[in-house]
C-alpha cells in the first residue's frame, strides 16, 4: 500500500500518539516519481520529479527508530545524501559516524573516491578536513567524523572506542552480486553493540 504526503503526516502522528518510544523498525521507500506502485513498508516518500535526489532530512522527520532502511533506485544521492547529513550532525551537534559496507574492498573505494570531496566542495567549502585513506577516516581536526570498516571487522573493532559516534550506516545492504556474509545479521548486531555500547543511536541500512 502507499501512501501520499498528507497520509504519511498523519500516520506519523498516529505512531507518535501510540508508542513513540519503542519503535524498532522504519522502512522507506523512496519514489522519485509519482504514481508508481510498491510492496507494504512503514512509508512511502515521495518528491517531485524535479527532485529525484533523496532528501535526508525529509527522512529523519519521521525517524525515532533503532533500525532504519531506505530502499531506492540508483542514482538518487543515497550515500551522498547521508554523507553530507552526518558531517552536518558533526559541525552541529558533535556526533560522529561510522560507515559500513560488506566488502574491506568496498570500504578502501569509498575512501578514495571522489563522494567526500564533493560533498565538502558542495557544502563545507570552509571546512578544512582529511581523509586519512590508509585508515578510511574522514577526519575534522582530531576527531573522526567518519570512520570506515567492513562488516568482517566486527572482531577488530571491538579494541577501539567510538565515544562520539551515533550513527551507524551499512551501505548496500541489498547485495545483486557478491551475496551475504555468513553469520551476518550477527556481525552487525556484534557491531552496533561494540560501536554504541550502552549510548542511545541509531542504525542505516540503504
Request: proline fraction near 4%.
Amino acid at each position: 500500500m502507499c501512501y501520499n504526503n498528507n497520509e504519511i503526516i498523519n500516520r506519523r502522528e498516529e505512531r507518535e500518539a501510540t508508542s513513540r518510544d519503542h519503535l524498532l523498525f522504519f522502512v522507506v521507500v523512496y519514489l522519485p516519481l509519482q504514481g508508481q506502485r510498491c510492496g507494504p513498508p512503514s512509508f512511502i516518500m515521495q518528491q517531485p520529479p524535479k527532485d529525484i535526489f533523496l532528501n535526508v532530512n525529509k527522512i529523519m522527520s519521521y525517524n525515532d527508530a533503532v533500525y532504519s532502511y531506505i530502499v531506492t533506485p540508483r542514482g538518487v544521492g543515497k550515500t551522498y545524501g547521508f554523507f553530507k547529513w552526518c558531517i552536518n550532525r558533526y559541525i552541529k551537534h558533535d556526533e560522529c559516524t561510522v560507515y559500513l559496507r560488506r566488502s574491506r574492498n568496498n570500504i578502501d573505494l569509498a575512501f578514495t573516491g571522489n563522494t567526500f570531496y564533493q560533498v565538502m566542495a558542495d557544502n563545507f567549502p570552509d571546512v578544512k578536513y582529511k581523509i586519512l585513506t590508509s585508515k578510511n577516516v574522514f577526519q575534522i581536526g582530531d576527531d573522526p567524523v567518519i570512520t570506515g570498516a567492513s562488516l568482517l571487522d566486527d572482531e577488530s573493532l571491538k579494541s577501539v572506542g567510538y565515544p562520539k559516534v551515533k550513527y551507524i550506516i551499512l551501505d548496500e545492504f541489498l547485495s545483486e552480486s557478491e551475496g551475504y556474509l555468513r553469520n551476518e545479521i550477527f556481525k552487525i548486531k556484534n557491531i552496533r553493540e561494540t560501536v554504541l555500547r550502552l549510548r542511545s543511536g541509531k542504525f542505516f541500512f540503504f
